[in-house]
């Protein structure tokens, strides 16, 4: 087996687009386990939001969350390597939010119970109105200025319903503050959030941290993903793989493309390349 260490992607890869994980692709992370490849997530989910799949897949290597903000162990609840946010940067961003008329929503450390902390009403868009509806529980009001008192956040988000707008807090933001800033644009959607880590956070560089804590190195990973958080990983993996509705810009830094999560593609993936014979391609 070539591979040691599978890093997939949940959204639009390991989830089927009813958000399950099928069948077929439970079965082929089973036996890639089973078989000795150290299984994980690379996400830019939040550690709540994964316990479902991880336990129904039982996975127990060390995640990959908030796009490589933080390794975190979940059997142990600990995090292995974190980039969280100075506060003066989130101070700054939060300003710059104001500005724009964004809501700003600070995403806190999960050792800190991982609430999400924003704005007043007035500047909420409909993606944030959509998020906050069901998650009251854990979505807390403050003052613009109190924000940069969340403690350890890992993420900042802002958040408009005006493209042209995003683009602009994203164009200050950018290249300015010590940061990391992306824009999710979930295939060729006109993007209306950017998501801002802390400095250096990318799935790459956590993979290759992850990797290293297993005595591997990025050429022992192979990656499964769909979009363009996905892109630095599937360019520095050893076999970086692209679903089949991938954007042809994400598709152009895999090695190799498979069916769509629709038609099993992490499955496909897992049997041709883990459990399977097939030598991958070599070059893009």
Same mark, same amino acid.
């Given at each position: 087996?070539?591979?040691?260490?599978?890093?997939?992607?949940?959204?639009?890869?390991?989830?089927?687009?009813?958000?399950?994980?099928?069948?077929?692709?439970?079965?082929?992370?089973?036996?890639?386990?089973?078989?000795?490849?150290?299984?994980?997530?690379?996400?830019?989910?939040?550690?709540?939001?994964?316990?479902?799949?991880?336990?129904?897949?039982?996975?127990?290597?060390?995640?990959?969350?908030?796009?490589?903000?933080?390794?975190?162990?979940?059997?142990?609840?600990?995090?292995?390597?974190?980039?969280?946010?100075?506060?003066?940067?989130?101070?700054?961003?939060?300003?710059?939010?104001?500005?724009?008329?964004?809501?700003?929503?600070?995403?806190?450390?999960?050792?800190?119970?991982?609430?999400?902390?924003?704005?007043?009403?007035?500047?909420?868009?409909?993606?944030?109105?959509?998020?906050?509806?069901?998650?009251?529980?854990?979505?807390?009001?403050?003052?613009?200025?109190?924000?940069?008192?969340?403690?350890?956040?890992? #993420?900042?988000? $802002?958040?408009?319903?005006? &493209? *042209?707008?995003?683009? @602009? +807090?994203? %164009?200050? /933001?950018? =290249?300015?503050?010590?940061?990391?800033?992306?824009?999710?644009?979930?295939?060729?959607?006109?993007?209306?959030?950017?998501?801002?880590?802390?400095?250096?956070?990318?799935?790459?560089?956590?993979?290759?941290?992850?990797?290293?804590?297993?005595?591997?190195?990025?050429?022992?990973?192979?990656?499964?993903?769909?979009?363009?958080?996905?892109?630095?990983?599937?360019?520095?993996?050893? #076999?970086?793989? $692209?679903?089949?509705?991938? &954007? *042809?810009?994400?598709? @152009? +830094?895999? %090695?190799? /493309?498979? =069916?769509?999560?629709?038609?099993?593609?992490?499955?496909?993936?897992?049997?041709?390349?883990?459990?399977?014979?097939?030598?991958?391609?070599?070059?893009?």
């Amino acid at each position: 087996m070539g591979y040691r260490l599978l890093a997939l992607d949940c959204d639009g890869t390991l989830l089927n687009p009813e958000g399950h994980v099928s069948p077929r692709v439970r079965e082929a992370v089973t036996r890639a386990a089973g078989a000795g490849c150290h299984v994980t997530l690379a996400t830019g989910r939040r550690a709540w939001s994964v316990k479902r799949i991880i336990a129904e897949l039982g996975i127990n290597v060390p995640l990959v969350l908030y796009n490589g903000g933080l390794i975190w162990d979940a059997v142990k609840a600990e995090a292995l390597h974190q980039r969280p946010l100075a506060r003066e940067t989130v101070r700054e961003l939060v300003a710059l939010a104001r500005e724009h008329r964004m809501q700003a929503m600070v995403f806190e450390h999960p050792l800190a119970g991982e609430r999400v902390f924003l704005g007043p009403e007035e500047f909420d868009s409909a993606i944030v109105r959509a998020y906050v509806g069901p998650r009251a529980h854990f979505c807390i009001r403050v003052p613009f200025d109190a924000l940069h008192e969340v403690q350890d956040p890992l #993420l900042v988000s $802002a958040q408009t319903d005006d &493209p *042209a707008t995003a683009r @602009r +807090y994203y %164009d200050a /933001v950018a =290249g300015r503050l010590p940061c990391s800033p992306q824009v999710p644009l979930h295939g060729e959607e006109p993007h209306v959030e950017v998501h801002v880590y802390g400095p250096g956070a990318t799935k790459a560089n956590a993979l290759a941290e992850l990797a290293g804590r297993h005595g591997l190195t990025m050429a022992d990973v192979m990656v499964v993903g769909d979009d363009y958080n996905d892109v630095e990983m599937l360019e520095a993996a050893g #076999l970086g793989v $692209a679903m089949g509705h991938a &954007p *042809a810009l994400v598709k @152009r +830094y895999a %090695d190799v /493309v498979v =069916g769509t999560n629709a038609e099993d593609g992490v499955a496909e993936a897992i049997e041709r390349f883990v459990l399977g014979a097939e030598a991958p391609p070599r070059g893009r």
